[in-house]
C-alpha cells in the first residue's frame, strides 16, 4: 500500500522560511509526479507547485519566486522550500504522487504565518 507521510509544518513570523518535506513508500519514486496542494480555512484546496518526472516544475502566481518544490529520487522524498513567507500562506499543506490512475495524498502538515 503506498502512503505518504508530509513533516516541517508549524508557526512561523511573516517574512520567514520553512521546508515541508514527503517521504513516500513507492516502488519506483522516480516515476510519480509529485505535487504540493493547500487548504486553507473556508477555502477549497488549491495547487502550490508540481514537480514532473524529470524534473520541470510549475508553480502558482501566489507563490512563484519564494516557494521551490524539488525532489530526491534515491530518497523518494519531494520538499517545498518556502521563503518570504505571508500570513496569506497559512493553511494545512498536502502532498501528492500520481502514477497513471494510482493517485496518493499525504495527511497534511500545518503551517501556520503569524506574528
Known amino acids: 500500500q503506498v502512503q505518504v507521510v508530509e513533516s516541517g509544518g508549524g508557526l512561523v513570523q511573516p517574512g520567514g522560511s520553512l521546508t515541508l518535506s514527503c517521504a513516500a513508500s513507492v516502488d519506483i519514486f522516480s516515476l510519480y509526479v509529485l505535487g504540493w496542494y493547500r487548504q486553507a480555512p473556508g477555502k477549497q484546496r488549491e495547487l502550490v507547485a508540481v514537480?514532473?518526472?524529470?524534473?520541470?516544475?510549475n508553480y502558482a502566481d501566489a507563490v512563484k519566486g519564494r516557494f521551490t518544490i524539488s525532489r530526491d529520487n534515491a530518497k523518494k522524498t519531494v520538499y517545498l522550500q518556502m521563503s518570504s513567507l505571508k500570513p496569506e500562506d497559512t493553511a494545512i499543506y498536502y502532498c501528492?504522487?500520481?502514477?497513471?490512475?494510482?493517485?496518493?495524498w499525504g495527511q497534511g502538515t500545518s503551517v501556520t504565518i503569524s506574528a
Open positions: 501528492n504522487i500520481r502514477r497513471g490512475n494510482v493517485e496518493v
Open positions: 514537480i514532473s518526472r524529470v524534473g520541470i516544475t
